[in-house]
């Protein structure tokens, strides 16, 4: 097998030398930089990544924490990264976790011991508390507000969004107003921002108006048997188009206004309204924010688009 002491014995030149131009160095003359891929080329030689990755102390791979591998939310916010690292010539290694604690420590020690440059969280169970003890290893960024903890983030302006949604509603005359959630507010901070925003703005606790545990699809479906049985019930605020889409096999816009999530191909095509929270966006800022000095937090507002008359 070919070594990188074969490549500098045959031209002539140091063993350091060769390995500038395997890594591109710019203080290489261009004579050199020629006579030494020439012998490369003409020995079919492929460098040994792993090493060169060892000698230059990264390796332009970053992880990306996701809880489902098939859900709206997360590939939104996962093909805004892959945009911005496409761009700036990293891969991405996208790590699932079904919000299990154990798979979410394992990829935390792996990060640790330097398996990737960087991680972005996009969503976890791991409490901040922990996940800022990795910092010392390699960079994090988390897409939600980290608060105190020495993290940077970038998080969505949710607690505006739907203070601003449920004050137009009410606005409107509307005073039966349904709502979907995902995992439990304990677990998932931005169900908490959200039901913080409809109690304080509808003014009603009352849990009959609340259908928990929605996430898919499928979810919507069931979302939309418990709701038909609701009385005078005007309107349903979903965590999703696809929950809210969902809704829709079991009620109609002509009966019943259905508020999704996302702008996502769904709510296109079925003509329904959502919020728009620019997950995509959110992506982009996240890698953006991975390798800066210092630790940095950016917001992201959202867009209420009104497709159905409220």
Known sequence: MTTIRDIAKLSGYSVSTVSRVLNNHPYVTEEKRKKILSIMEELDYIPNIKARNLSS????????????SDHPYTDKIVSGILKAAFKSGYKVTLLPTNYDLTIEKRYLDELAAKAWDGMIITSKK????????????????????????PISCVSIDRGKSYHDLFTLLIKQGYKKIGLTVGRPE?????????????????????????????RTYEDGIKAGEYFSKVENLEVIVTNGDDVAAGILQKLSLKE???IGEENLLSSKLLQFPTVDHHLDLCGEKAFGLLFTDTVKRATISSTFIQRHRI
């Open 256 to 258: 019943i206004i259905v």
């Open 126 to 149: 791991s409490s901040f508390d922990i996940i800022s003890k990795y910092l010392k290893y390699a960079p994090i960024v988390c897409c939600e507000d980290t608060g105190d903890y």
């Open 186 to 214: 304990k677990d998932s901070a931005s169900t908490a921002i959200v039901l913080e925003a409809y109690r304080k703005i509808i003014g009603s606790a009352d849990s009959s108006l609340i259908f928990r545990d929605c």
């Open 57 to 68: 102390g990264h390796s332009k791979h970053i992880a990306v924490m996701i809880p489902f």
